[in-house]
């Protein structure tokens, strides 16, 4: 259950993205700023997880590290606690926030009042539904977004409240590819 938990918080915090609302083309780096499943702040978790990670490329060889590092470094992961995430032309022009990883579940409604946006969303995906509702401010450069929902599957029901912070690092994405890109390999495989 702790590793379910964990791999939802994780999936959750890289997967809400503002668009439409100052998301621009380029590098952004997401570090999240609270997490909680079911009640339970998953900080302490996450810490834990990320301290073993570091403990396992540490014990590999210079080459192993290496390798993992760049593969880490091509899909946007990043030190601990953080990821980066390239966000195409395509992304970036897109009025609405992408909810789940898949693109899938689009935002029944969506709002925009200033520099801020909300959206609900209730949405049924591979046996998942996810119900919920978020809100993003963007300020400059930056974008903090936030995100209550409800996922219901075959394991059953789980409450989640995130947090996160986008920072725009720039138009280059050194070596990261495109979230989008990213998810069309994904589905070919």
């Known amino acids: 259950m702790k590793k379910l938990s964990l791999l939802i918080l994780i999936t959750l915090s890289s997967t809400v993205l503002a668009q439409g609302s100052g998301l621009k083309q380029g ?4 570090k999240p ?3 909680i499943m079911d009640g339970k702040d998953m900080a ?6 990320q301290a073993k990670m570091q403990q396992a490329m ?3 060889s210079p080459e192993q590290r290496q390798q993992m590092q760049a593969m880490m470094a091509q899909h946007g992961s990043t030190a601990p606690g953080s ?6 032309a395509a992304m970036a022009a897109k009025d609405k926030p992408v909810v789940d990883s898949e693109g899938r579940c689009e935002p029944a409604k969506v709002s925009r009042s200033g520099n801020k946006s909300s959206f609900e969303f209730n949405c049924s995906t591979k046996g998942r539904t996810m119900v919920g509702k978020g809100e993003s401010t963007t300020n400059g450069d930056s974008v903090t977004t936030s995100v209550d929902m409800t996922m219901t599957d075959a394991r059953g029901s789980h409450t989640m409240q995130s947090e996160m912070l986008m920072t725009y690092l720039g138009s280059d994405c050194q070596g990261v590819k495109p979230a989008d890109q990213l998810l069309k390999e994904a589905k070919g495989h």
């Open 27 to 30: 590098l952004w780096e997401i």
């Open 83 to 88: 990821a980066r995430i390239c966000v195409s």
């Open 33 to 35: 700023i609270k997490q």
């Open 58 to 60: 540490a014990n590999m």
């Open 44 to 49: 302490a978790q996450m810490a834990s997880a």
